[in-house]
């Protein structure tokens, strides 16, 4: 909607700040152009920068469109329309945007002011709020509780954007953004700093973006979806948080495009029987626990993905695996469908396994978790394969200067197309009665006693290859 871009926004909301924009809610028709003139001299007299555009707060109606304009004017805040009518002055800068939106059933508000918000924004449905380079930045009193969050939206809203700010919770209150019951929402171009909590928490919400965003020194997850469906994370960073992203008990989960870095635990972890996802072109550096982990899961990939420098003993780049601190109802079932694909891992303990998780024995397979076309360099061990592991397939692995490179105590392992089997697997071993398998996945079976090879005939039997 902007009829220009954002060369001009840093003088913009520097102008406003120094002018104080706005005018009192008397001011008539007659009074609006003196008052205009006379902040416009203002905000001149007292530029730093004598080269510097000089804005005024017609101007800003001008070039940026948009029904509502949140200013500041000294520690009050006012919010005008397109035709300069105040609207309404507030104390609180939370306050005059939540007005702002009360008075639009869709529309645009445009925030040119920063401040602290003792009363959080309340996104309404259909509203695009949006801030201005240089930003807004918004920041809870010093009384915010542990419960608050600056922006929220909950109770079935619909639509509606939050973009452009800088959220800086200079650890106060709660999580900085609250999505709860939600659809349509799109989060962007933000910038959340200083965290108590989390980033971003989405609950039973479903088709929300979040993109293009900038995340440091969050306590907990960056971004933590639970409950949720048909949501998208892309192209953002996070810098020292406990995860980048989190993601529990939802389904057609989509995350491409993100870099983590320095996170106390594991960067991306996808939990609790969440099915139908993709992580996919995104980079972990310097995790303190497992990067990417898909730790009870289920039809799911990691693609083109990189982890780099993780060093705890006995964990991996990335996993596949049950964990029954991840099954939040106790269901044990077994954990199939996970893939990962194309993807390296460098400098860490392990690069890749998949098993039930060592702290704990409930006998929950992992079935036919998938290795595609994915390199481990510098590791200890390449890849692990536990012994609750059914058919894990690797196709195309390469281990370079890694101390081992496969450790296989799975059941059934498939390797570039072919398994081991000790006997004859018409009578013994892992692979009698599973020759239907053996068909559907076109495997070589090789007799570790004697070395013949064996494939699965038509009729459900054996034959010397």
């Known amino acids: 909607m902007e009829r220009s871009r954002r060369g001009m926004l840093a003088s913009v909301a520097g102008v406003l700040a120094l002018a104080g924009c706005g005018r009192p809610e008397s001011a008539g028709p007659d009074e609006r152009s003196t008052i205009a003139a006379s902040l416009e001299t203002r905000a001149k007299q007292q530029m730093d920068e004598p080269n510097e555009q000089r804005v005024s707060t017609e101007a800003l109606v001008d070039e940026y469109e948009a029904d509502r304009y949140v200013l500041a004017r000294g520690e009050q805040f006012h919010a005008i329309d397109d035709a300069e009518e105040t609207l309404v002055r507030a104390d609180d800068l939370g306050r005059a945007i939540n007005e702002a939106q009360a008075t639009l059933t869709d529309g645009r508000v445009l925030v040119a002011a920063s401040g602290l918000l003792g009363v959080p924004i309340e996104q309404a449905d259909q509203i695009s709020l949006a801030g201005l380079d240089e930003r807004g930045e918004l920041t809870p009193t010093e009384d915010a509780g542990e419960s ?122 996808i939990e609790d029987y969440t099915t139908n996802w993709e992580v996919s072109d995104c980079t972990a550096i310097d995790s303190g626990s497992t990067p990417f982990s898909a730790s009870t899961a289920l039809n799911g990939a990691f693609v083109g993905c990189v982890a780099e420098g993780m060093t705890k003993a006995n964990e991996a780049g990335f996993e596949i695996e049950y964990n029954s601190d991840q099954d939040e109802e106790n269901r044990r079932n077994p954990v199939r469908g996970c893939s990962v694909v194309s993807c390296t891992a460098r400098d860490c303990n392990v690069g890749f396994y998949t098993r039930e998780d060592e702290a704990h024995d409930t006998g929950t397979p992992v079935i036919r978790p998938r290795f595609i076309d994915c390199t481990a360099t510098g590791c200890d061990t390449g890849l692990f394969i536990g012994a609750n592991v059914e058919e894990a397939i690797v196709e195309n692995f390469d281990a370079v200067d890694c101390n081992t490179d496969i450790v296989d105590n799975g059941v059934r392992t498939i390797i570039d197309g072919k398994s081991e089997n000790a006997g004859n697997p018409s009578s013994e071993g892992q692979w009698f009665g599973q020759a239907a398998t053996a068909a559907e996945l076109d495997v070589v079976v090789e007799d570790t006693s004697d070395g013949t090879q064996y494939t699965a005939t038509e009729q459900g039997g054996w034959q010397p290859r």
Do not use: P, W
Request: glycine content about 8%.
């Open 148 to 269: 608050y969050a600056l922006y929220r939206a909950s109770d079935g809203t619909t639509g509606g954007r939050f973009e452009s700010l800088t959220l800086d919770m200079q650890y106060r209150g709660g999580s900085a953004i609250s999505v709860d019951r939600c659809s349509g929402l799109v989060l962007n171009d933000l910038d959340i700093d200083n965290v108590g909590v989390a980033g971003v928490v989405l609950s039973g919400s479903e088709s929300v973006d979040i993109r293009d965003s900038r995340f440091e020194g969050i306590s907990k997850e960056a971004v933590s979806l639970t409950n949720c469906s048909a949501v998208r994370v892309e192209s953002c960073t996070v810098t020292e948080a406990n995860n980048a992203a989190a993601v529990a008990n939802s389904s057609d989960i989509t995350i491409s495009a993100v870099d983590a870095r320095a996170t106390d635990y594991s960067a991306f972890t």
